[in-house]
């Protein structure tokens, strides 16, 4: 008996901690997107406040906007180069083992 529950507890244990990785993933992406949809909010906001502040007197307040919301923007850009490079991280690793799996099977052929 205890030969035939061993596959089911592997499977299970496996099954377990598949969903486990998902569910770590998917709050990451989460926490990315809205990440990035807060700084896109942020920057919006401090670029209609400079744009207020563009008068001589208010010239450093409108100053301090526009540098504040530049920074933010190259912040959410190096997000998203983050994000486009580990994708292409997953596709290259993806392609290589596609490659590594078809190589010997056309080679025998």
């Known amino acids: 008996m205890d030969a035939s529950l061993g596959p089911c507890y592997v499977f299970v244990a496996l099954c377990v901690l598949n969903g486990m990785r998902w569910l770590l993933l998917r709050s990451k992406i989460g926490f990315v997107h809205l990440h990035k949809m807060r700084l896109t909010q942020e920057i919006a906001s401090l670029r209609k406040e400079a744009a207020a502040f563009n008068t001589p007197s208010t010239y450093v307040k409108c100053a301090k906007c526009q540098r504040l919301a530049t920074a933010k923007e190259k912040e959410l ?18 392609v290589a083992t596609a490659k590594v799996r078809t190589t010997p099977a056309a080679a025998t052929a």
Not at 86 to 92: A, E
């Open 77 to 94: 850009a190096a997000l998203q180069e983050h994000k486009d490079r580990s994708l292409q991280d997953k596709v290259d690793a993806v």
